[in-house]
């Protein structure tokens, strides 16, 4: 089976529901690349309100500010595509929510928008949960935009389920 497709990624959303009801945690996203694309998986499984409490998509660099509280100098010294912003954006979202565990995502999907430094295929990753060092990564993705923000879910889906399973946690 393909890493990247429909089945796979049904797969991972069953693995994503078992893990969180398991360990008691609820959900929250955080998308800009990805616009929702991440929620709407997890939503689309039946009973998904159990685990899956709320999706943020702030899209631009004001909604990231509004809705989750990114700094505006994080935004103007690392950018929007940045561990830096992914971290406030994670963290953000379990403020603003009910979740106990959250992930951000934030990239450049393409096919235009890429830099020298920032390429095309840029994303960045952040997994927050309650009381714990928020967690990081950067990835570059090949492959045109469809493929570059399903390899993102796909990455977004796996990072949900090792973070809740490595992470200690209390629900205080």
């Known amino acids: 089976m393909k890493t990247d497709s429909d089945a796979h990624l049904e797969n991972l959303i069953q693995h994503v529901a078992d893990t969180l009801l398991d360990r008691k945690l609820q959900l929250t996203t955080a ?16 009973g ?6 709320r999706g943020f998509i702030p899209y631009t660099n004001e909604a990231k500010q509004d809705l989750l509280s990114v700094s505006s100098t994080t935004l103007e010294k690392y950018g929007a595509v940045s561990i830096q912003t992914a971290i406030e954006m994670a963290e953000g979202a379990l403020k603003n929510s009910q979740a106990s565990i959250s992930v951000a995502i934030t990239g450049i999907a393409g096919p235009t928008g890429g830099t020298k430094i920032k390429p095309v295929g840029t994303v960045c990753f952040a997994f927050s949960i309650k009381n714990n060092p928020t967690i990081s990564a950067q990835y570059l993705f090949n492959g045109d935009r469809e493929m570059i923000r399903r390899q993102a879910v796909t990455t977004a889906l796996e990072g949900i389920v090792k973070n809740a399973r490595d992470t200690k946690h209390s629900m205080g």
């Not at 998904?48 to 409490?53: G, H, M, T």
């Open 31 to 46: 998308e800009s690349c990805t616009g929702g694309w991440l929620a709407k998986c997890c939503t689309d499984l039946t």
């Open 48 to 53: 998904s309100s159990a685990w899956f409490d």
